[in-house]
């Protein structure tokens, strides 16, 4: 047997995480797989035949399915099959991976694929596929929704899909699987939640018709006999569900689905055991009137499905909604919600039972202002085991500090009453100011975690006025210690000695007359503490050293959260942008410098640089940013030829391309070549940008006077048509980059050029302030051209007024002329109007909205922009996490990446303590080095 000379194998080397791989290596011992290659990885285990060679870049394919509870059997009965027939499969590496694949939400058209096997033609496939049916009938495992069985009821599957091969980008630099069909067409492989047959391919079994299986994958028109779909309210791997109508009564219910071995666990239950505790939970509720009523549970086709009562009325996080865009409850209404929810819980627990998943979506507003509990899934008698479950930003730090994989009998310990009290505290919270959780849960999982509730409730409240009667009262419910939490009687008692409050039952919550509430004070944030930021930055510069991966192909760990696979070497999600925060803070020094970890980044960056199958223009999704971020690298490591090689990538670049913005098209390549061109003074470089700048000006929208710059809709993008005012996508980006691009043309005398680049950029300012609507000092743009302001606050660089006013604040720079300073300023007070209410993030949070008030003390030279931005830095730590003794920015959900992760967070920090001018930017005016210019 031939290992892997690089193996992967899980960190944790418990029975658990390697009995896979030893049944896998048990059978290829016995069936004369001696010779063959074993390879796991962090997900999958490669299991190839000596010489083995993939023959095929698409065709048919088999998936055997299986649980936690039969993997292992399932694996060794198809390994000893696949052995004797020496066909190359992969299996999942692991039982927490079977269990990942089987998770209620994991993504329906990958779901349960277990095994897959890469017949090496059709008639290998056929022969397989009997023989694989055969061996695992009678065992367990979840139905594969992209694909066709074998027979009802088997647990091997059949999908036509790519073996190896065509990988294309598409325009918005996503890696996408393509097959190419014997007449030269094309189509994508899209793993869909459903089967497809590519026009080429015939199907597989010439004794079965395709057509037969249609009804395996469209949902029932009348399920149980009796209920008939109207819709579907939400798709999942676990089960839809569904809003029909009871043909006995004409009455709307709602019916819930679980399918068979879905969410399967080692003890043998399924989220069809989960889903008849529910229907037990609503009959025993059902006197207390609190929760739907139970109508039916019934089985279809191996599947379960509860019908229950349809509660009329707005869930509560949509109803939050409705009342901020209305400028928010009244002072009466609300107490009364406020009241009602604590009821509402106390009422569950005096029945004796415990919500375990509390938060807004599953409390129903009817229209009478009563709560109703809509959502019992994992609502249970206090103190009966049970498997872990919760919503991470509303749960105890206790809950969390356990996590997802705890016994039943830990959850049962820490999921009782006094972690509901912490939920209610948290939802008590956001139904107060529609603000992120985490504020009042906490950003770190783990009970020790000393949470700074005491000390941002107070200055959430000062710009969010709703919350200040309340702020005592969520403090006590959200105590770290469980033991010291206010208790529901203490709550209630509370708030009956307040003025105007409500019964116990909260029926009277409903929207009280009057004026809207007066408008909220400018935001006020935590100090700023510049010794802790430099912890941030020492803390975060190690995790990048720390986590960096040369021998995978990504060079840093992707988000957590579900992210389309891109480019590994662009700027906002790939190497690009993490490298160039690496070089800003070696070059800034102090702590422990990464300029080891800067040359390693740079030298796997050098060599991907002509890996990818199409070089796309964009700053941040296609390669002009890899070529910016590599060619200062190499500038700081001393590296010539590294330099000339970015250089070299960079003129590569189309020079026509169907998006003119910043973040994909042509005004993101032409602003890097600005940029190398000041470094290098290569007027082959100025060309280029010039040549990107003419393009940009022949796609320009010239409609009633304006510019702006729609994408175009021939274009493999989901920006194909999008016409908008902000930076990444529209006319702020563009109308900077023709105004760095007049600079530069004027610099070197070429007057024509510069007045035609000036012009264009002039009238895109002049768009946007006719675009623009200020309310309060605050300035406001359509999200699209010739649609209605966003008035909510928003702190966006790519859409949003940071980065509109990065445009205008240069174009005041350039022209003098006041309005565009103006509005830059009520850019400026939009942006900071409500950062409690952003994510951490450079593209779309509090960073980018940082990096723009440096900007502004920049190019004004007024210290209240600075101080702005420490206020910015000082809310980004409090959001901090901690991760292995490090105090970091951002945790595993947004990871490293540029965009909205880690590194451009650092990179907003590094300038405000260390100074520079603003990243991926021209420097202002634009021009090549004073030696060239003389």
């Keep these: 047997m031939t290992a892997n000379p690089h193996p992967a194998p899980p960190d944790d080397a418990s029975a658990d995480s390697l009995l896979l791989l030893d049944v896998a290596r048990a059978v290829l011992s016995r069936c004369g797989g001696q010779r063959w290659t074993l390879q796991p990885t962090e997900s999958w285990c490669f299991v190839r035949p000596p010489g083995a060679a993939v023959r095929r870049k698409h065709g048919w394919k088999l998936h055997v399915s299986a649980t936690p509870l039969s993997a292992a059997l399932v694996l060794a009965r198809s390994a000893q099959v696949l052995t004797r027939r020496g066909a190359s499969f992969k299996f999942a590496v692991d039982l927490d991976r079977v269990v990942r694949l089987g998770d209620v939400w994991h993504d329906r058209g990958t779901g349960g694929k277990f095994i897959t096997v890469y017949p090496d033609d059709d008639e290998r496939f056929r022969v397989l596929a009997r023989e694989l049916d055969a061996a695992t009938a009678g065992l367990s495992g979840p139905r594969i929704l992209s694909d066709r069985p074998v027979r009802p009821g088997s647990l091997v599957f059949f999908r036509y899909g790519q073996f190896s091969g065509d990988t294309a980008l598409n325009d918005d630099g996503v890696l996408e699987p393509w097959m190419t069909g014997p007449d030269g067409s094309r189509i994508k492989d899209e793993r869909a939640a459903g089967f497809t047959l590519p026009p080429w391919a015939a199907y597989p079994f010439p004794d079965a018709s395709h057509a037969s299986h249609a009804s395996d994958t469209a949902a029932p028109v009348l399920l149980g006999g009796r209920f008939k779909v109207l819709r579907a309210v939400r798709h999942a791997n676990k089960g839809g569900v569904y809003r029909a109508v009871d043909e006995r009564t004409g009455l709307e219910v709602v019916v819930k689905h679980a399918r068979a071995h879905v969410g399967a666990r080692l003890d043998g239950t399924d989220v069809r055991d989960r889903l008849r505790d529910e229907a037990r939970t609503l009959e025993q509720l059902a006197p207390l009137g609190i929760t739907p009523g139970m109508v039916r549970l019934f089985e279809e086709q191996g599947d379960l499905f509860l019908a229950e009562e349809l509660v009329p009325g707005e869930p509560l996080h949509l109803w939050q909604s409705a009342r901020a865009r209305e400028g928010g409850p009244g002072p009466a209404e609300s107490a009364a919600m406020v009241a009602g929810l604590v009821a509402l819980v106390r009422t569950v627990h005096e029945a004796g039972f415990v919500i375990r998943d509390f938060k807004p979506h599953n409390v129903m507003v009817t229209p009478s202002g009563e709560l109703r509990l809509i959502d019992t899934e994992y609502v249970t008698e206090a103190g009966r085991p049970c498997a872990p479950a919760y919503t991470r930003g509303f749960a105890a730090p206790e809950v969390r500090a356990l996590g997802l994989h705890a016994s039943a009998a830990e959850s049962t310990a820490v999921a009782g009453a006094a972690a509901d009290r912490f939920s209610l505290g948290v939802v008590l919270f956001s139904l107060l100011t529609g603000l992120d959780p985490r504020w009042a849960a906490g950003w770190t ?54 003025n105007g409050a409500t019964g116990p039952n909260g029926n009277s919550a409903r929207r009280a007359g009057g004026p809207a509430a007066a408008p909220a004070p400018r935001a006020a944030l935590p100090p700023y503490r510049p010794d802790t930021i430099d912890r941030l930055l020492d803390d975060g510069i190690a995790h990048l050293q720390r ?23 662009n700027t906002w999600n790939g190497a690009a942008g993490v490298l160039a925060t690496l070089t800003h803070a070696a070059r800034a020094g102090g702590g422990a410098s990464p300029l080891t970890t800067v040359a390693e980044a740079a030298r796997w960056l050098d060599e991907r640089l002509f890996s990818t199958d199409r070089l796309l223009p964009g700053l941040c999704f296609g390669r002009s940013g890899t070529a910016w971020a590599l060619f200062d690298a190499a500038r700081l490591l001393d590296d010539a030829a590294m330099a000339d090689r970015a250089i070299a990538l960079v003129e590569q670049l189309p020079t026509r391309w169907p998006s003119p913005d910043v973040t994909h098209g042509l005004s993101g390549a032409g602003t890097a070549c600005l940029h190398l061109w000041e470094a290098t003074a290569d007027e082959s470089l100025l060309e280029a940008a010039f040549a990107r700048a003419d393009a940009v000006l022949d796609a320009a929208d010239r409609t009633g006077g304006d510019w702006t710059w729609p994408t175009s809709r021939d274009t493999d993008s989901v920006l194909a048509g999008a016409h908008t005012y902000g930076f990444a996508h529209g006319t702020a980006g563009v109308g900077a980059f023709l105004l760095a691009a007049s600079a530069a043309a004027e610099a070197r005398g070429h007057t024509a050029q510069a007045g035609r680049f000036a012009a264009a950029a002039l009238g895109a300012g002049d768009t946007l302030v006719r675009a623009a609507r200020v309310q309060e000092g605050r300035a406001a743009w359509p999200a699209e051209v010739g649609g209605e302001p966003q008035f909510r606050p928003s702190t966006q660089w790519c859409n949003g007024p940071a980065g509109i006013g990065t445009f205008l604040i240069r174009l005041w720079a350039a022209t003098g002329v006041q309005r565009f300073a103006d509005l830059a300023e009520q850019a400026a007070a939009a942006g900071v109007s409500d950062p409690w209410r952003a994510i951490a993030g450079a593209c779309c949070g509090n960073a980018g909205t940082g990096h723009f008030l440096l900007d502004m003390a920049d190019f004004t030279g007024e210290a209240r922009y600075r101080t702005r931005a420490e206020g910015i830095a000082a809310l980004i730590e409090a959001q901090h996490c901690e991760s292995d003794g490090l105090r970091l920015v951002a945790d595993a959900t947004s990871g490293s990446e540029y965009g909205n992760g880690a590194a451009g967070i650092l990179d907003f920090l590094l300038r405000l303590r260390h100074g520079g001018t603003r990243p991926w930017t021209v420097s202002w005016p634009p021009g090549p080095p004073t030696a060239a210019r003389t």
């Design 445 to 498: 999982d783990g009970a020790d975690h000393r949470r700074d509730g005491q000390r941002v409730l107070p200055l959430i409240a000062l710009s969010h006025p709703a919350l200040a009667p309340f702020g005592e009262l969520i403090a006590g419910l959200t105590l770290a210690d469980p033991g010291a939490r206010w208790t529901l009687p203490h709550a209630l008692a509370w708030l009956a000695g307040r």
């Design 547 to 569: 986590t960096m991966t040369p021998w995978r192909a990504a060079l840093w760990p992707a988000p957590e959260w579900d992210v389309p696979r891109s480019d590994p070497c």
